[in-house]
T-cell receptor
Framework: GNSVTQMEGPVTLSEEAFLTINCTYT??????LFWYVQYPGEGLQLLLK?????DKGSNKGFEATYRKETTSFHLEKGSVQVSDSAVYFC????????????FGGGTRVLVKP | NAGVTQTPKFQVLKTGQSMTLQCAQD?????MYWYRQDPGMGLRLIYY???????DKGEVPNGYNVSRLNKREFSLRLESAAPSQTSVYFC???????????FGQGTRLTVV
């Protein structure tokens, strides 16, 4: 079956530090890949996505590249802010059987001033 | 822009009580989903509806039922609540395969 594995948190950083959250997946074929962000007390919001190998998704200074050879979709940001404190979820959607997202366990990120 | 609207936002139930979580979307999406979120376990799919008139089980359907009332609305029912169903429930919708899902604000349910 499909699965997503992401690094456990919490990840605690200082402002302006570099952030990387690892995500690897197992799926049949070539799924679409997503990063969602959940701010405290809110629902999930799409942060970025990539639909095919070597695609790079980017948004709000975050980037992730779809690596077919390593089945990975690591999230990076060069300089984090306190407002980036949130829980980040990696997810995949297979290209068949509807858009059933499979989520990783989430990584809590805390950015300190 | 309302997007996906869930009601209620908070609920406390006693073991054995029943309740229905409501979800409505105004984006004319075909597919709708119910997830539960538990600490350290990410989001797990309870039920989904690929299109109006169809529903299917997800990863953790036991203890739940759903109804796709029309294209806009997708409800989740707990017939006899158990403490193990204490969780945060999210409804989501999407247009079609490979498009992103849009989430509601969640319902925090506590079963005592």
């Amino acid at each position: 079956g499909n699965s997503v594995t992401q690094m456990e948190g919490p990840v605690t950083l200082s402002e302006e530090a570099f952030l990387t959250i690892n995500c690897t997946y197992t799926a049949t074929g070539y799924p679409s890949l997503f990063w969602y962000v959940q701010y405290p007390g809110e629902g999930l919001q799409l942060l970025l996505k990539a639909t095919k190998a070597d695609d790079k998704g980017s948004n709000k200074g975050f980037e992730a590249t779809y690596r077919k050879e390593t089945t990975s979709f690591h999230l990076e940001k060069g300089s984090v802010q306190v407002s980036d404190s949130a829980v980040y979820f990696c997810a995949l959607s297979p290209k068949y059987a509807g858009n059933k997202l499979t989520f990783g366990g989430g990584t809590r990120v805390l950015v300190k001033p | 822009n309302a997007g996906v609207t869930q009601t209620p936002k908070f609920q406390v139930l006693k073991t054995g009580q029943s309740m229905t979580l409501q979800c409505a979307q105004d984006m004319n999406h075909n597919s709708m989903y119910w997830y539960r979120q538990d600490p350290g376990m990410g989001l797990r799919l309870i039920y989904y509806s690929a299109s109006e008139g169809t529903t299917d089980k997800g990863e953790v359907p036991n203890g739940y039922n759903v109804s796709r009332l029309n294209k806009r609305e997708f409800s989740l029912r707990l017939e006899s609540a158990a403490p193990s169903q204490t969780s945060v429930y999210f409804c989501a919708s999407s247009e079609k395969t490979n498009t992103e899902a849009f989430f509601g604000q969640g319902t925090r349910l506590t079963v005592v």
